[in-house]
Structure formats: C-alpha cells, structure tokens
C-alpha cells in the first residue's frame, strides 16, 4: 500500500517507521513548542495524507514520552477522507514544560482497515455472557 504525504509546511518531515516491523511509524513536529504542565495543544504537524479508502489512521501515545514525561496524547482517528493538516492533540501531565524542537517524535500513527457497517435500530439485543455488566463486571 502506498500512503501520499504532502507537505503543508517548509520543516515539515516525512514520516517513517523507526524499526523494521513496527506497527505505527513516527510523526515530528515542525517547529519548536513548549507545552507547560496541565496545558492540552492541539498543535499542528505540517503534513497531510491521502489514506486509502478503505483505511483509517489512529494517532496513539509515543510511549517513551508517556512514560517519562507524562505527555498524553488525545490521538484520534484520521479518515480516509480528510485531505487536512494533521495535528496532534497533546496534554502534560507531568510537572515540569516539555519542548519540542524541529524534528522531534511527537506521535505516531498506525494504519488499519475499516469496516463499513449497515446501521440498524432494533427493538431486542442477543443476549451474551456479559449482559448489561459495565465498568468492572470482570473483577479485579
């Protein structure tokens, strides 16, 4: 498959897959951002994509600047359709301001197939094990 990246802004970089058999490939950030404890961004990327029809991508955490830094991404999920800047939305939840320069990681997106469904309202559901059991129905 081939996914068209189209730059929207002149430090924007192509993104690439940092190991063989990784399942998302990086984003980067094109110019430098500070994001301060507790501040959500929504904060742009410089590129845009054509994905597939058929196809959607999810954008998820970077784990090492989950873990260590305490930035959350609040990823999303990039239709086929969508021709637009992408941004990725951002939240500190550490204690200290974070800065991103030119060219670094951000967040990373995974490709993945998507299914089309018929929508139908109806009266009764099938019943399951589960049932109705919500938040914590499968214990501790």
């Known amino acids: 498959m081939n996914l068209k990246i189209k730059k929207v802004h002149p430090n924007a970089k ?3 897959y ?17 994001i301060n404890p507790g501040e959500r961004k929504s ?6 994509m054509e994905i597939p029809y058929g196809f959607a991508g999810l954008l998820l955490d970077k784990s090492g600047l989950s873990h260590k830094h ?7 999920v990039i239709d086929s359709g969508y021709r637009g800047q992408l941004h990725a939305g951002i939240m500190n939840l550490g204690t ?10 951000i ?3 995974l490709i993945m197939p998507v299914e089309t469904v018929d929508i ?10 589960r ?6 129905s499968s214990g501790k």
């Open 18 to 34: 940092a190991h063989h058999g990784d399942a998302g490939f990086d984003l980067y950030i094109p110019e430098r951002f500070v």
């Open 43 to 48: 904060i742009p990327l410089g590129i845009a």
């Open 96 to 105: 200290e301001p974070y800065t991103f320069e030119p060219g670094d990681k």
């Open 107 to 109: 967040i990373q997106m």
């Open 70 to 76: 305490g930035l959350k991404s609040f990823g999303g």
């Open 14 to 16: 192509i993104p690439k």
């Open 120 to 129: 139908l309202e109806v009266e009764v559901l099938t019943d399951s094990e």
């Open 131 to 136: 049932g109705q059991g919500a938040f914590g």
